[in-house]
């Protein structure tokens, strides 16, 4: 980007109809977008030379439910590993249907990113290879992070399974392996001594 022209004006220019609003608090430069067509607006900001917005740093999501409408605003925080700027992206999304593009096509990291904001918040992301919850458990109902969950909402009991080759079981089967070893060695030790 030439140093001598801000990016929100440049992107007011390049996009007049995209975009919605522009906010620039301390270097802080924020801007706000319609979703449609957004992943088009998102390949331009990472392959412009002008702008090369090539990092995906985070996507998060805030519900301002009785606040603002629409009521929900999935943001996007992106770095541009040559220049060392930070530019925000805020989507807003209405209550009926919150849902927005994958960006899993331009950043393979976007799916865990993605997966995140859906099991939170339930914001759906069109073209999505693997959609579903990653924090919490299939059978898990709701979106704990909307203002509306209910706090004493009780989930449903799941039995406790194995999920074969993980590190987690691979480490647990250590773990035991090793404690049964403590133990058997231990006991034969005070069985030597007691007789």
Same mark, same amino acid.
Request: glycine residues 4%; proline residues 7%; neutral net charge.
């Given at each position: 980007?030439?140093?001598?022209?801000?990016? !929100?004006?440049? @992107?007011?220019?390049?996009?007049?109809?995209?975009?919605? *609003?522009?906010? +620039?608090?301390? =270097?802080?430069?924020?801007?706000?977008?319609?979703?449609?067509?957004?992943?088009?607006?998102?390949?331009?900001?990472?392959?412009?030379?002008?702008?090369?917005?090539?990092?995906?740093?985070?996507?998060?999501?805030?519900?301002?439910?009785?606040?603002?409408?629409?009521?929900?605003?999935?943001?996007?925080?992106?770095?541009?590993?040559?220049?060392?700027?930070?530019?925000?992206?805020?989507?807003?999304?209405?209550?009926?249907?919150?849902?927005?593009?994958? !960006?899993?096509? @331009?950043?393979?990291?976007?799916?865990?990113?993605?997966? *995140?904001?859906? +099991?939170?918040? =339930?914001?759906?992301?069109?073209?999505?290879?693997?959609?579903?919850?990653?924090?919490?458990?299939?059978?898990?109902?709701?979106?704990?992070?909307?203002?509306?969950?209910?706090?004493?909402?009780?989930?449903?009991?799941?039995?406790?399974?194995?999920?074969?080759?993980?590190?987690?079981?691979?480490?647990?089967?250590?773990?035991?392996?090793?404690?049964?070893?403590?133990?058997?060695?231990?006991?034969?030790?005070?069985?030597?001594?007691?007789?």
């Amino acid at each position: 980007m030439a140093e001598d022209r801000p990016i !929100l004006e440049y @992107l007011k220019e390049r996009w007049p109809e995209r975009i919605l *609003e522009t906010q +620039d608090f301390r =270097g802080d430069e924020t801007v706000v977008m319609r979703p449609e067509g957004l992943r088009e607006a998102f390949r331009a900001l990472k392959e412009d030379p002008k702008l090369a917005f090539n990092f995906l740093t985070d996507i998060t999501c805030v519900d301002y439910l009785g606040k603002k409408e629409p009521r929900f605003e999935v943001v996007y925080h992106l770095c541009s590993m040559r220049t060392g700027r930070r530019l925000r992206v805020k989507v807003p999304l209405p209550e009926a249907d919150p849902s927005v593009e994958s !960006l899993t096509p @331009l950043w393979h990291g976007a799916n865990w990113l993605e997966r *995140e904001v859906w +099991d939170m918040f =339930g914001i759906r992301f069109l073209g999505h290879p693997d959609l579903r919850r990653i924090l919490l458990y299939e059978e898990f109902q709701g979106h704990p992070l909307r203002k509306d969950y209910p706090v004493n909402l009780w989930q449903p009991l799941v039995p406790e399974r194995e999920v074969k080759g993980t590190f987690v079981d691979d480490r647990s089967r250590n773990k035991l392996m090793w404690l049964k070893q403590k133990f058997s060695a231990e006991r034969t030790e005070a069985d030597r001594k007691t007789s």
